[in-house]
Structure formats: C-alpha cells, structure tokens
Nanobody
Framework: QVQLVESGGGSVQAGGSLSVSCAAS????????MGWFRQAPGKEREFVAG????????YYADSVKGRFTISRDNAKNMVYLQMNSLKPEDTAVYYC????????????????WGRGTQVIVSS
C-alpha cells in the first residue's frame, strides 16, 4: 500500500514558477512509477507528467513540455513537479499518483492517488 500527500500548491502570476511535491509512504516506493495529473474546474482530469520507477524515463503532456519538470528522490520517498512559465490555463488541482509499473504515461493504470493540491495562476 502507498499513501500519497501533495504539498506546495499556491497562487502565482502568469510567467512565474511553482513547485509541488508528493510525499509517499511505504517501503516499496522505489518500485512504483509516478505521475502527476491535474483537474481544472469543469474539466476532466488530465495527465501532466510521469517518471519511471528508477527515474530514468520521463513523460510529459504536450501542453507542459519544456515548462514542467518531474523528478523523484527514492531515498526520501518524494516526487516533485517544477513548473515554470506558468499560464492561467495551468490553474487546476494537481494530483500525484503511483503505478505498479515500470513506466508512467497517460495510459498507465495508476493504483494510488493523493488528494491533490491547488495551483492558481493569475493573468
């Protein structure tokens, strides 16, 4: 079992940066691929970024490629999402998810989810 807790959300102006973090419990964290998703009001949840269990492979939605960076620290049971050049359309609740899989893409089935952290980008 893996429990996930997101933190670091907040408000920022367009063009600014923000980092969100996800703390995972459980001794098997390093065997899970990790993903970040987001859900804006009135919209479906969408994949943002993913990272393989060893951190060697990363995946990004086209909408965030070149602006967001996902990383993980298996020694600390943490996964991060650094968000730069933020846009108002990045406003959403951001969720961390864990997959018992090698890879973490949009199509990967995710087994555990956090409760989310709010990110607001004002114009």
């Amino acid at each position: 079992q893996v429990q996930l807790v997101e933190s670091g959300g907040g408000s920022v102006q367009a063009g600014g940066s923000l980092s969100v973090s996800c703390a995972a419990s459980g001794r098997t964290f390093s065997s899970y691929a990790m993903g970040w998703f987001r859900q804006a009001p009135g919209k479906e949840r969408e994949f943002v970024a993913g990272i393989s269990w060893g951190g060697y492979r990363t995946y990004y939605a086209d909408s965030v490629k070149g602006r967001f960076t996902i990383s993980r620290d298996n020694a600390k049971n943490m996964v991060y999402l650094q968000m730069n050049s933020l846009k108002p359309e990045d406003t959403a609740v951001y969720y961390c998810a864990a997959a018992a899989s090698t890879y973490a893409t949009a199509a990967t089935p995710y087994d555990y989810w956090g409760r989310g952290t709010q990110v607001i980008v004002s114009s």
